[in-house]
């Protein structure tokens, strides 16, 4: 007993001691749950090793707190209920941050259910970062304390698309097509609203929505835009429901514009190859030829995976965190949260902020266009012999958007 | 009209891969009375062992190895399992049959990986078929192979012209379908192996009693239902995705398609196919919803009901439920379905 009572003092001076430290050394575990089979299976998995990669490169003296990141994937076939398994699974392994990007209905699942997990366990609490998932409820009006979004929501990239879609005089006719769930909805309903603020005179001649990652074969929808008559589509699909619609578009001699936000992602360059220079276009807060850093992270992943990192909100994450944790000096996420609100991060593109009223990440976007790789922009995404060449950037407050979130805030 | 007519070949091909999947489904129904829940499988069986052997030897041969190797794993399966189970009646041979759906999955999962392959046609199929151009003031046109570029774009502001390739994928899996039904029926009808075939089904005893080896027979029947699924899963692997989850899409679909058409009834199942590929197609072309009809028909509609969004639904939007919905139809109103002979 009283070598017990000793040890408990001795381990008290020691902390004491260590005191300002405290978080370094420590492993902060972290899960993802996202897909990692099934047609959207190989987005899912890319982000995975991108994680891993960045894991390695941030870990230990990689960030301020000298932390060591370890993150594991649980995969949740793109499936709100295997989600919320999946994130009990995670928390009875231990892991206190969680880790979700594909998805919004997904995400808004995840959000809800750690911030009930949070309410009803007080000192275990989870943080629940979301690299990918643009739908603006997020951070509206079913924002929560818990949830920190480090892409840009899809009313940011409409309001960048629409500026850039202002300057081309040559849209006249608009085609709004999405995969039927609360992204492509919201897709739908920001493209109508900022168009029609900024372009009154293009005309929305279709809107479509389809189930998400069912349909095999767009052609029926090809033979819809063509009968429109529309110059240009808008979408916000990603893979495979992106890939094989411009994949369907080629084959079906379709030559109007394309606006998208995921290009670059899985499956679709391939799909692109040489075909769609000069008229697909992406709208993403960064692209594969950002320079610096970031190119030869670029090229040291496709040496080792042989694919194509191109989800940089994971780098924005392990900046974050690890500025945070130092803030805090701890890896409590409770106090975490507490130093992300508001946090200022030099990133890849310059400064970044943490938000405080919502917890969106404010950043810069950039529009690109689908074209020849050369020598001012070499990065060749799946080897096609193409990029995406940067055409415009839209510095934070063009492409910051006001927030109804009325958070919730632990006392 | 130019999009008339290529929704109407969209329509068409996608309803006879629709009817090479489910020939051999109604067939082996029809002659020994199973009703095969691995038949989605061995169409996907098909397209992996297709997508291996074109990494080898190329695109046509694995056109003929495929369905040979998927026809021998079924008559396989038919010889060690099916017929063990088949004196304890038809509720274990369905249950054998699903059973055997999980096991297929789990294996091509295990060889090749969860994630879709890259299975790509050769370069003669690459290409359109033939395309059809739409002149504003020379009208309709068709060339074969892919137009000019110079042919798709008028000098003239006030001409409009539209080009609208048609894969030649697309026309490719269309001829292979319509072969298949000339053969299949032209063996069943008009050969000494048909007349077998179709003696053994009504009087088993009967045909054994002169000499012919029934279960050899079933064994074959099976083999070759199993095979016409692997050839529909090389031609529908190579034009849409080799994926897991590729049997689970046609999977269901394939049953409506049997139902719609009547159990076991080979020209039924393709009136069947042919409708539902081309109502699915035509469907997502139009937006008619219950709100635009009502307006048309100059009903005026409340606030509240035209927010609904139910009422606001389109039919494009609700096109890939038609066909279940057209199932349950017919099972209420014809529980025999359109060509088939025995009641429910």
Known sequence: MKFAVQLVAAAAVLACAQGAFAQQGQTVKMVRIDAQTGLLGPVGVNQLKSYQFFAEKFSGAGNPAGVKFEVTGIDNKLSPTESLNALKAAIDGGARYILQGNGSSVALALSDAVTKHNERNPGKEVLYLNDSAVDPDLTNSKCSYWHFRFDADTSMKMEAMSSFMETQKDIKKVYILGQNYSHGVQVAKFAKETLGRKRPDIQIVGEDLHPLAQVRDFAPYIAKIKASGADTVITGNWGSDLSLLVKAANEGGYTGKFFTYYTGVTGTPSALGTNGTGRVYQIAYNHYNMGGQMDKWMTEFKAKYNDDFYTGSIIRIYQTLGAAMAKAKSTDPVKVAAALEGIKVSSFNGEVEMRKTDHQLQQPLYMTVWQKADKKYPYSPENTGMTLAPLKEYPNYVSSTPTSCQMKRPS | ?344
């Not at chain 2, 003929?64 to 190797?69: F, G, H, R, S, T």
């Not at chain 2, 395309?131 to 892919?146: A, D, K």
């Not at chain 2, 099976?222 to 699924?229: K, S």
């Not at chain 2, 269901?252 to 009547?262: N, Y």
């Open chain 2, 1 to 344: 009209m130019e999009f008339f007519i290529i929704s109407m070949l969209n329509g068409l091909s996608y309803g006879l891969l629709l009817f090479m999947l489910s020939s051999g489904l109604t067939l082996i129904f029809s002659m020994m009375g199973v009703l095969n829940f691995a038949h989605a499988s061995f169409y996907m069986v098909g397209a992996y062992v297709g997508y291996s052997a074109s990494q080898i030897v190329g695109f046509w041969p694995a056109l003929v190895i495929a369905p040979l190797v998927v026809g021998a794993l079924g008559a396989l399966f038919e010889r060690i399992a099916l017929r063990k189970v088949h004196k304890f009646g038809h509720v274990p041979e369905l249950l054998v049959t699903f059973g055997l759906s999980y096991v297929l999955l789990e294996l091509v999962q295990l060889i090749w990986g969860r994630l879709a392959l890259e299975f790509r046609p050769p370069e003669i199929l690459q290409g359109p078929a033939f395309t059809l151009i739409n002149h504003s003031i020379n009208g309709l046109s068709v060339l074969w192979g892919v137009a000019p570029a110079e042919m798709c774009s008028a000098a003239d502001a006030a001409v409009r012209v539209v080009c609208s390739p048609f894969p030649a994928t697309r026309g490719f899996m269309m001829l292979v379908a319509l072969v298949m039904l000339g053969s299949v029926w032209l063996l069943l009808t008009r050969t000494r192996i048909g007349l077998v075939i179709q003696a053994a089904l009504t009087h088993p005893h009967m045909v054994e009693s002169l000499g012919h080896n029934v279960p050899m027979v079933f064994m074959m029947v099976f083999g070759a239902g199993a095979a016409l699924a692997g050839l529909a899963g090389v031609i529908g692997g190579s034009t849409f995705l080799t994926e897991p989850a590729m049997a689970a899409t046609v999977g269901s679909i394939i049953f409506v398609v049997v139902v719609v058409g009547g159990m076991g009834s080979l020209s039924g199942a393709f009136l069947a196919s042919i409708l539902i590929g081309v109502i699915q197609t035509f469907a997502i072309a139009f937006d008619y919803s219950v709100m635009s009809l009502a307006q048309q028909m100059g009903v005026p509609l409340s606030a509240g009901a035209s927010s609904n969004s139910l009422v606001k639904l389109t039919l494009s939007q609700i096109a890939p439920i038609l066909p279940y919905l057209f199932l349950v139809l017919i099972l209420i109103f014809r529980p025999k379905g359109l060509l088939g002979t025995r009641e429910g």
